[in-house]
């Protein structure tokens, strides 16, 4: 499956960017910094990347995720990501990106670690 993003803005100011498919070396992955650094330069400070659909990553798509976390970092952003499922997640293990980049096990967990109200069922 092709690489494809959703975004979506929460309150208070957050965006999520939602993953589907494989994140690889590849044109496709740029989609992923085109929409992150786009966010950021529209003065978006609170990003989180919903991985749930993501059935793929490699060492390019963890290098895109990365880069994007620095970015966010140099302007004052922060950058969570969310719902990665467990082979996905080891490979952030690996690379011990997951002691730099907080984790949370879905988007509304990683919403309301930005203060958003976490919408009751």
């Known amino acids: 499956m092709l690489l494809s993003l959703t975004t ?8 999520i960017v939602g ?21 950021l330069k529209d003065g978006v400070r609170k990003i989180v990347i919903d991985l749930q659909h993501v059935s793929y990553i490699d060492s390019a798509g963890v290098g895109i995720i990365a880069f ?14 969310a719902a990665a499922d467990a082979r996905v997640m080891d490979v952030f293990r690996i ?4 002691q730099t980049i907080t984790f949370y ?5 990683a919403c309301a670690s930005f203060g958003a109200k976490v919408p009751t069922p």
């Open 105 to 109: 096990p879905d988007v509304d967990s």
């Open 95 to 98: 690379t011990r990106l997951d």
């Open 68 to 81: 994007c976390f620095g970015k966010a970092s140099q302007l004052g952003a922060q950058f969570t990501a």
């Open 19 to 39: 993953i589907t498919g494989r994140i690889a070396l590849g044109v496709e992955k740029g989609q992923i910094e085109e929409a992150i650094v786009g966010a």
């Open 8 to 15: 979506q803005t929460r309150e208070p100011g957050i965006v």
